[in-house]
């Protein structure tokens, strides 16, 4: 069975930071595409950064160079390092891992970022 559990959300002033985490059981991450979404309030969940097999990363525009994604192969835990948060990155981060027409997500952790 496979689970990915997110945590480190939380409150925080505008210009600070957060680090997700989201550990997984059941796959091994370095064989999967691992992302990270959020879905603010009355929006739709959007893609916020990926790191794929080779170690490659992508980002959304809105966060690239504020945000990274890392992975730790040998814990199967993917992070994101969120700095310079602005109030508009407030929203539920999710957790993702894809492969091939496998996908599955985390239960999310909440981010809220204060002005």
């Known amino acids: 069975q496979v689970q990915l559990v997110e945590s480190g959300g939380g409150l925080v002033q505008a210009g600070g930071s957060l680090r997700l985490s989201c550990a997984a059981s059941?796959?091994?991450?370095?064989?999967?595409?691992m992302g990270w979404y959020r879905q603010a309030p009355g929006k739709q969940r959007e893609w916020v950064a990926l790191?794929?097999?080779?170690?490659?990363?992508n980002y959304a525009d809105s966060v690239k160079g504020r945000f990274t994604i890392s992975r730790d192969n040998a814990k199967d835990t993917v992070y994101l390092q969120m700095n310079s948060l602005k109030p508009e990155d407030t929203g539920v981060y999710y957790c993702?891992?894809?492969?091939?027409?496998?996908?599955?997500w985390g239960q999310g952790t909440q981010v809220t970022v204060s002005s």
């Open positions: 993702n891992a894809q492969r091939g027409i496998s996908t599955y």
């Open positions: 059941g796959i091994i991450v370095s064989r999967y595409t």
């Open positions: 790191i794929i097999r080779d170690g490659s990363t």
